[in-house]
């Protein structure tokens, strides 16, 4: 029996906490303006990963307007985290946020596309989050590994995109289908790839879960 539906989410959500007033109110603000932000199932799973893993440095790909930034910074007090966005509008609400939060003296925000700033970090990173572009997720995987530690997590968040990666018949105008072959690749290529070992789960719009090998 498939238990996913939308009886099930809306459960879960309602069982959701924020970390505090500050975070649930950048939640509201961004949900009711329609910003892109994680989903509240995807950041529970997200941030007890990181408690389990309770990373030093931490490497983020697509930062909005800094929310789960901000969101692993409360989580992790003693990491040091880079987060990178390659629009200059959500660049600089992200680094207000951040600031507001009292968070930017242990998150940089760096601005460019992900695949040029990538080129530019020296690592290492024992956590990695990437939430850009879908079309380029194999680029920002293959650019970001050689800069992590020989254990590191990679979750990578909307890999499944609204059920579009499994079918087209979710995308029924066909305006997806360079996203949806992209993707399609890079969850073939992530789950058989020798250097890691690689979950993908149903959680949120989809989250692949991947620890590198040593």
């Known amino acids: 029996m498939n238990i996913?539906?939308?009886?099930?989410?809306?459960?879960?959500?309602?069982?959701?906490?924020?970390?505090?007033?500050?975070?649930?109110?950048?939640?509201?603000?961004?949900?009711?303006?329609?910003?892109?932000?994680i989903l509240r199932d995807t950041e529970t799973f997200l941030l007890n990963l990181l408690r389990i893993r309770k990373p030093?440095?931490?490497?983020?790909?697509?930062?909005?307007?800094?929310?789960?930034?901000?969101?692993?910074?409360?989580?992790?007090?003693?990491?040091?985290?880079?987060?990178?966005?390659?629009?200059?509008?959500?660049?600089?609400?992200?680094?207000?946020?951040?600031?507001?939060?009292?968070?930017?003296?242990?998150v940089e925000v760096l601005y460019g596309p992900g695949q040029v700033v990538l080129d530019q970090l020296l690592g290492p990173f024992d956590f990695v989050f990437i939430d850009a572009s879908k079309s380029h997720y194999r680029t920002f995987w293959d650019k970001a590994?050689?800069?992590?530690?020989?254990?590191?997590?990679?979750?990578?968040?909307n890999v499944l995109m609204k059920?579009?990666?499994v079918s087209e018949e979710y995308d029924p105008r066909q305006k997806h289908k360079t996203h949806i072959r992209n993707l399609r690749e890079f969850l073939t290529y992530i789950t058989q790839t020798n250097c890691a070992d690689t979950s993908v789960l149903p959680i949120g719009d989809g989250v692949s879960f991947s620890v590198l090998r040593g």
Do not use: F, W
């Open 145 to 157: 590994v050689p800069l992590c530690c020989s254990d590191a997590m990679i979750i990578c968040d």
């Open 56 to 106: 030093l440095t931490i490497l983020e790909i697509g930062t909005a307007i800094g929310y789960s930034a901000a969101c692993m910074a409360v989580t992790c007090p003693s990491s040091r985290i880079i987060t990178i966005e390659a629009d200059a509008q959500a660049c600089m609400e992200a680094r207000e946020n951040l600031e507001k939060m009292g968070l930017s003296d242990r």
């Open 163 to 165: 059920g579009m990666t």
């Open 4 to 37: 996913t539906n939308d009886k099930v989410t809306a459960y879960i959500d309602g069982l959701y906490h924020p970390l505090n007033e500050q975070l649930a109110a950048l939640r509201e603000e961004a949900e009711k303006a329609g910003v892109p932000i």
